[in-house]
């Protein structure tokens, strides 16, 4: 079945370093992947998405493109703010289907 | 506000009782989905919904829990005797249709406490 695999976090960064957050996938046929950010006691909002291969999705500084040859969608920023602090999920529908798969979420503290 | 609206936002019930959660989709959505959320783990989906129409439930527990979206009002979500192992945060999402590859959107979640 479809799954999505996220580096472990915490991950811990100083204001204004580099940021990657990895994000791999299995999935059946063609996938559209996504990226939602969760600040503490909300819900979930979407960041950016990608729906084919080689496709960039970007916002808010964000980027993320999807690598079909190594299925990855990894998130990066080159430079976090403090008010970037949250929890990240890569997430999945394939073709198909219409119910996303998440991965289990990546904590982002960023320092001033 | 035109987004999906959960109510109540925090809930709190004693082993045994029953416990009700509401979802409105954002305007023009009409699919709904639920997912919960338990403390370090990530989102499990549940159950999704069109109005009057469970579409793929496999996600739900087969005992204490069920959902259901009436052609009128709110989605519910409804688990009978609640155990401490609810208590968790479950998030309602919509989607405007049935289509591959809709993006969904949240809400802001409901967090169940059992004491």
């Known amino acids: 079945g479809d799954s999505v695999t996220q580096m472990e976090g915490p991950v811990t960064l100083s204001e204004e370093a580099f940021l990657t957050i990895n994000c791999t996938y299995t999935a059946t046929g063609y996938p559209s992947l996504f990226w939602y950010v969760q600040y503490p006691g909300e819900g979930l909002q979407l960041l950016l998405k990608?729906?084919?291969?080689?496709d960039k999705g970007s916002n808010k500084g964000f980027e993320a493109t999807y690598r079909k040859e190594t299925t990855s969608f990894h998130l990066e920023k080159g430079s976090v703010q403090v008010s970037d602090s949250a929890v990240y999920f890569c997430a999945l529908v394939s073709g198909g289907s219409y119910i996303p798969t998440f991965g289990r979420g990546t904590s982002l503290i960023v320092h001033p | 506000n035109a987004g999906v609206m959960q109510n109540p936002r925090h809930l709190v019930r004693r082993r045994g009782q029953e416990a009700r959660l509401r979802c409105s989709p954002m305007k023009g959505h009409s699919h709904v989905y639920w997912y919960r959320q338990l403390p370090e783990e990530g989102l499990k989906f549940m159950v999704y919904l069109q109005k009057e129409n469970i579409i793929d439930e496999s996600g739900m527990p087969k005992e204490r829990f069920s959902a259901e979206f009436p052609k009128e009002g709110p989605s519910i979500l409804r688990i009978q005797q609640v155990v401490r192992g609810d208590s968790a945060a479950y998030f309602c999402?919509?989607?405007?249709?049935?289509?591959?590859?809709?993006?969904?959107?949240f809400g802001e979640g409901s967090w169940l406490t059992v004491v």
């Open positions: 990608a729906t084919k291969a080689d």
């Open positions: 999402a919509s989607s405007p249709q049935d289509r591959s590859g809709n993006t969904i959107y």
